[in-house]
């Protein structure tokens, strides 16, 4: 059921390494060496699978038989990429822009061994009831969102009282599809 090889989760996440540790992985921290730039014409769709080989690719030369996890989660709105926020005001806006509307996250998962590559993402589609600017105010210098796609965490303050439907999977959304994740380990 689980890997026999050691495993590396490249990534210093704490919703991350969480859901891991929930799902009975025992796994290495490993901080990948590369920034989250991507090329400024590639489709927004491609993104997360770019950045979670480029992370994964990070460990190359540094691994022996360990199997190394790096993952990217990116949310969408329209055309609309939105990273992790640099400051107060670009979280806010993220959170008036994605209010009222339903938006999409993918997290890509990429799995690399010497031997082997597998990359695999999941999408979920996320609606947001419409917020005042009282509460993104509330979220944002409560929460301190900065550190997570589109500026928020389904598992914070405004995922319980702003997330009025979800289509797919939650654990995308946090940051790992984990359904996905155990079967392409097993298989790994």
Known sequence: MFPQRPLILAST?????????????AFSIGRPDEDESFPPDM??????????????????????????????TVVILGDLIMNKPADRSEAVDMLGRLSGNTHRVITAVCLYGNDKTDTFEDHTLVTFRSLTSEEI?????HHKPYDKAGAY?????IGMTAIERIEGSYFTVMGLPMH???EHLRSF
Do not use: C, T
Not at 49 to 54: D, M, P, V
Not at 137 to 141: I, N, P
């Open 153 to 157: 965490g389904a598992q914070d303050w």
């Open 43 to 72: 489709p927004v769709q491609k993104i997360p699978s770019y950045l979670a080989r480029k992370k994964a690719s990070s460990f190359q030369g540094k691994i022996q038989n360990e199997i190394v996890l790096a993952a990217d």
């Open 13 to 25: 996440s704490p919703r991350r390494q969480h859901l891991m540790k929930e799902a009975g992985y």
């Open 137 to 141: 105010a509330y979220y944002v210098d």
């Open 180 to 182: 996905l994740v155990y």
